[in-house]
């Protein structure tokens, strides 16, 4: 089955959601002036003053299936570009043939593990396993779950949990174990249940029966709650009933966002849905401040990309009815240099602690790397360097900051603990008004880190149009002061480390 295909088994439809983020390439196109040689487009001041910490980590996804299932065993050295990612509880999401249990006695997990085993061999070692489906075999002819209890869907996950973490199961087909030491420790449960036939009250009973019976088997479990198909206002109309009614534990509440369903839309409308998502998140938060035992649970963005469309089996876009799909090349262009960091940034300053790329092996649309070789595209340099530049857990603060042009300039400042400084400028000023994977308008920016004193030692590394897709950015060195100027070409991100 062709790539494109692939994505139909995920089941949902996204509506139109935007997170905006800009990266600069390398090969020169960012530029670092002595700010008397150019007239500012924008003004920034760094202050010392800490708004908040900073601990978003950045991740993965794969989505076994049998069309992609033997990714890794066609690209052995896969595993290395992955973990050179450095992501944390890397998500699979098993569909179609990569559901192992195919009858109430038939488990296969070959598909499933085919991916799996070589992702708990990667990074943290320790993937997050959303159980995206129930087997086919669970629902009626509507998708509808045959046993309004769950109980059944509850026994499937334990048997996951005795695979991976337990030490086997016996079916009436035979004995089924986990090859590899390394467990499966996170756990979502249920994909998108808003747009699977699941409304907030079911998906709640569901939750209830489900989690309880996994820590049956395991209760050192961690688990991703809801993952919804998130738009603006779905918080205040989907979670009250699951903050309201959960009894069973929850670790994270996870969400999933994309800019578009419509590969049509503009670059700038694409752009303006990025502060939306962080507003959606605020709405997250806000509803499991109503629960005292949910008021501390963090949110993860499990899925994420520019555009949520695929093919239906005729190559005519689900989203839109009646329209040929096309592949939406702003996943792997200069545009999602500027979008991703601007998504990141915006997450990063509302608390979000998880950001996943949908997916790691796809298409120019979706991947990080091409399906078919592993080779990189742009969008891999940016994940790259935004979980290096900006380490989880590492104790590193974001600055407070003032910001002159913040309609096209998205800035994110933040200190470390050994006292160097990282600031983060995305842009995404539009060449024009209709552009649609437009290069983006050059945008000049002045740095003051005046409060800061004296820097030894600067790194100025950008990602755009002109970065290599083969070998990546690279930093150059240039001297610190406390007036600096830094010019981006077009859609892009720059990264300017002082020490």
């Known amino acids: 089955m062709n790539r494109g295909s692939w994505i139909v088994w995920r089941s949902w439809f996204a509506p139109v959601i935007a997170l905006g983020l800009s990266v600069g390439c390398g090969g020169g196109s960012m530029k670092f002036q002595p700010p008397q040689q150019q007239q500012a487009d924008a003004q920034v001041q760094i202050l010392k003053t800490i708004a908040g910490p900073l601990n978003l980590a950045m991740s993965t996804s794969f989505q076994p299936a049998e069309w992609d299932y033997q990714f890794f065993s066609n690209n052995p050295a896969a595993t290395t570009t992955l973990a050179n990612l450095l992501p944390q509880h890397v998500r699979l999401q098993g569909v179609s043939q990569g559901v192992p249990q195919s009858g109430a006695t038939t488990w296969d997990f070959s598909i499933l593990d085919a991916i799996a085993q070589p992702v708990l061999g990667v990074g943290d070692h320790s993937p997050e396993f959303q159980i995206a489906v129930a087997p086919a075999f669970m629902y009626d002819a509507n998708h509808n779950f045959l046993d309004p209890t769950y109980r059944q869907f509850a026994g499937y996950a334990q048997n996951l949990v005795r695979y991976y973490d337990a030490g086997g199961f016996t079916a009436p087909d035979g004995y089924h174990v986990s090859p590899s030491p390394s467990h499966v420790t996170w756990w979502g449960i249920y994909n998108e249940p808003n747009f699977n036939n699941l409304d907030s009250t079911q998906y709640t009973q569901l939750y209830n029966s489900v989690v309880p019976a996994m820590q049956a088997v395991d209760p050192s479990l961690k688990f991703a709650a809801v993952e919804l198909g998130d738009y603006s206002g779905l918080a205040q109309t989907y979670l009250p009933a699951f903050v309201n009614g959960v009894t069973a534990h929850v670790d994270v509440l996870a969400t999933h966002f994309y800019s578009t369903c419509n590969q049509s ?233 002082l020490k």
């Open 265 to 497: 839309d503009p670059d700038e409308k694409i752009f303006s849905t990025v502060p939306g998502f962080a507003s959606e998140v605020q709405n997250i938060q806000a509803q499991l401040q109503t629960n005292p035992s949910l008021a501390s649970v963090p949110v993860w963005v499990t899925e994420n990309n520019v555009n949520a469309d695929y093919a239906d089996s005729n190559g005519d876009s689900t989203c839109n009815p009646g329209q040929k799909f096309v592949t939406d090349q702003r996943g792997s262009s200069a545009f999602f240099a500027a979008w991703r960091p601007y998504v990141f940034s915006q997450f990063g300053k509302v608390g979000v602690q998880a950001l996943y790329h949908w997916d790691f092996d796809a298409d120019a649309q979706y991947g990080e790397v091409d399906y078919s070789s592993d080779s990189f595209q742009l969008s891999y340099w940016v994940d790259y360097w935004l979980a290096r530049m900006f380490p989880a857990s590492s104790g590193a603060n974001i600055l407070q900051s003032s910001n002159s042009d913040e309609t096209e300039i998205e800035l994110l400042a933040v200190e470390h603990p050994d006292g160097s400084v990282v600031i983060m400028l995305s842009n995404h000023a539009l060449n024009a008004p209709s552009d649609n994977n437009g290069p983006g308008a050059p945008r000049t920016i002045a740095i003051d880190t005046s409060a800061f004193g004296t820097f030894q030692s600067g790194t100025l590394l950008t990602i755009d149009a002109n970065t290599s897709v083969t070998s990546g950015p690279s930093g150059t060195p240039v001297t610190p002061g406390s007036q600096m100027t830094v010019t981006l070409d077009g859609y892009g991100v720059a990264f300017l480390t």
